[in-house]
Nanobody
Framework: QGQLEESGGGSVQAGGSLRLSCEFSVINSGPNKLAWFRQAPGNEREGVACVSKMGTIEYRNSVKGRFTAFKDSAQKTLYLEMNDLKPEDSARYYC????????????????????WGQGTQVTVSS
């Protein structure tokens, strides 16, 4: 229903930082939740961070303390600040949103989101 536009990917050395951005549309007071997922070649797509409409934030265990997700409602942009990047963080990162009415809580289930961005590549070298 909405549109997601991602940017900010690139190549960095281990220990470096990147900030990903996702511009989202507001439709019928939505999205009800926003999230970042990532997928490396040969791996399943996995949730990285989720921001609920109420403002709660959840992270994948492996990125806790290193990644920070935050939403700027005025700018209609979801960010993912990634610090102390590791080679295992290399993946294509996707922004996801759910505009369907109902539960507003976070989830890392792929089916909990009905709108996806095209992805932005993050490559971390040793």
């Amino acid at each position: 229903q909405g549109q997601l536009e991602e940017s900010g990917g690139g190549s960095v050395q281990a220990g470096g930082s990147l900030r990903l951005s996702c511009e989202f549309s507001v439709i019928n007071s939505g999205p009800n939740k926003l999230a970042w997922f990532r997928q490396a070649p040969g791996n399943e797509r996995e949730g990285v961070a989720c921001v609920s409409k109420m403002g709660t934030i959840e992270y994948r265990n492996s990125v806790k303390g290193r990644f920070t997700a935050f939403k700027d409602s005025a700018q209609k942009t979801l960010y993912l600040e990634m610090n102390d990047l590791k080679p295992e963080d290399s993946a294509r990162y996707y922004c996801a949103a759910d505009y369907r009415p109902g539960w507003f809580g976070c989830s890392f289930s792929l089916t909990s989101f009905d709108t996806w961005g095209q992805g932005t590549q993050v490559t971390v070298s040793s």
